[in-house]
């Protein structure tokens, strides 16, 4: 994971470092989302359940170095839930950091929709801190993801996002149900996805964003 870092923090500084001074526009941006859940394993077949909902939320804040390039960093929150009942379960607590590729720029959308409709592309790498419901056990999961953005502006300082990211997490000990995955406690890697809607507010006194200047 340290690695992962590593190398995100230095392909980002390498490809913007150029660029800094381009730009006469805003460069910053606050992320606020709500969605869906879904735990696509490992989870016990005896449930009645498959643990997902709309039980997600996110916060980020992102920087783009450039018209393209950029980089986020985020808390989110994904309860994984019996249903019915809510007794049973795991919830994520996670912070981490992506690196954003503005992909409606490399092919255009941007122009032909006159500034109306944008792509964003970004790869993932955080800690979840996962702890399992009603009890005291809490462990820490490694977790990277993939995922793309849909954007629409709504003026110049807001727009309107939709997500979906699909995560992997690395190793874990408890399940999405919250049961222990193996009695000698040996981890397994596990996924989960995201669908989200939000709202992007555009920080800064210039006119215009780097996502669609």
């Given amino acids: 994971m340290k690695f992962l870092y590593s190398s995100l923090f230095t392909f980002v500084c390498f490809f913007s470092t150029p ?13 606020l989302g709500y969605g869906y859940t879904g735990a696509v394993g490992p989870y016990s077949p005896v449930f009645n359940s498959n643990f997902s909902g709309m039980r ?10 450039t018209e393209k390039i950029g980089a986020k960093v985020f ?9 019915p009942g ?10 981490g950091g992506s690196f954003v590729y503005n992909v409606g720029k490399e092919f255009g959308l941007t122009y032909f929709t006159r500034d109306r409709i944008g792509v964003l592309t970004h790869l993932d790498g955080g800690v979840s801190f996962s702890r399992v419901i009603d009890t005291r056990i809490i462990e820490k ?7 793309v953005t849909p954007m629409c502006t709504l003026s110049n300082k807001f727009a309107l996002y939709g997500d979906f990211t699909y995560n992997w997490n690395l190793k874990q000990h408890y399940g999405f149900d919250g049961l222990l995955l193996n009695a000698d406690y040996t981890p397994e890697p596990g996924s989960f996805y995201n ?18 200047y």
């Fill in 141 to 147: 999961v490694g977790v990277v993801g993939l995922g």
């Fill in 19 to 31: 660029s800094f001074a381009q730009f006469d526009v805003n460069n910053l941006s606050v992320e």
């Fill in 75 to 83: 808390y989110k929150v994904d309860s994984f839930v019996n249903d």
């Fill in 195 to 212: 669908f989200s809607i939000g709202l992007i507010y555009y920080i800064g006194e210039h006119q215009y964003h780097a996502d669609w």
């Fill in 56 to 65: 997600h939320y996110d916060l980020g804040i992102r920087y783009m170095f």
């Fill in 86 to 95: 809510g007794k049973i379960g795991i919830t994520y607590n996670t912070i």
